[in-house]
C-alpha cells in the first residue's frame, strides 16, 4: 500500500470515529436523591401516602417534576389522604396507586 494511501485511509477512518460530546454543564442543577431515611416509615395508607408525596415534593424541588404536575399530583394525593383518614384504606390505596399510574411512579 503506498504511503499517501495509507495516510487517506486513516484520516478517513478517523473521520468516521465518533466522540463522546460531553453535556453542557451550565444551566444543570446537580439533582440530589431523596435520603430513604427522610421518608415516612410505617405500613398503611397513612405512610404509603406520605411517602409518594414526600418523593413528589422532591422531585418538584429538583425539577425532576415541573410545578404544575406536582400541583394535580398532591391533589390527587390528598383526595386519598382523605379517604384513608375517613377510614376507608381500600379505596386510599386505590386511589393512591391510580395517581402513581396517571404520573408515572412505579407503584
Same mark, same amino acid.
Not at 71 to 81: E, G, H, T
Given at each position: 500500500?503506498?504511503?499517501?494511501l ?13 466522540k463522546?460530546v ?5 444551566? #444543570? /442543577?446537580?439533582?440530589? !436523591?431523596l435520603? +430513604? &431515611?427522610a ?5 398503611g395508607?397513612?405512610?404509603?401516602? %406520605? *411517602?409518594?408525596?414526600?418523593?413528589v ?9 415541573n ?9 390527587? #394525593? /390528598?383526595n386519598?389522604? !382523605?379517604?384513608c +383518614? &375517613?377510614g376507608?384504606?381500600?379505596e386510599a390505596?386505590?386511589?393512591?396507586a391510580? %395517581? *402513581?399510574a396517571r404520573?408515572?411512579?412505579p407503584?
Amino acid at each position: 500500500m503506498k504511503p499517501g494511501l495509507a495516510l487517506a485511509a486513516l484520516l478517513a477512518l478517523a473521520a468516521c470515529q465518533s466522540k463522546p460530546v460531553a453535556p453542557p454543564a451550565a444551566g #444543570l /442543577a446537580p439533582v440530589a !436523591a431523596l435520603p +430513604a &431515611a427522610a421518608l415516612p416509615a410505617g405500613s398503611g395508607c397513612g405512610p404509603a401516602i %406520605a *411517602r409518594t408525596q414526600a418523593i413528589v415534593d422532591s422531585d418538584v424541588a429538583t425539577g425532576n417534576l415541573n410545578a404544575p404536575v406536582g400541583k394535580r399530583f398532591s391533589a390527587d #394525593l /390528598a383526595n386519598a389522604s !382523605a379517604a384513608c +383518614a &375517613a377510614g376507608r384504606d381500600g379505596e386510599a390505596l386505590h386511589l393512591l396507586a391510580a %395517581a *402513581r399510574a396517571r404520573y408515572g411512579y412505579p407503584g
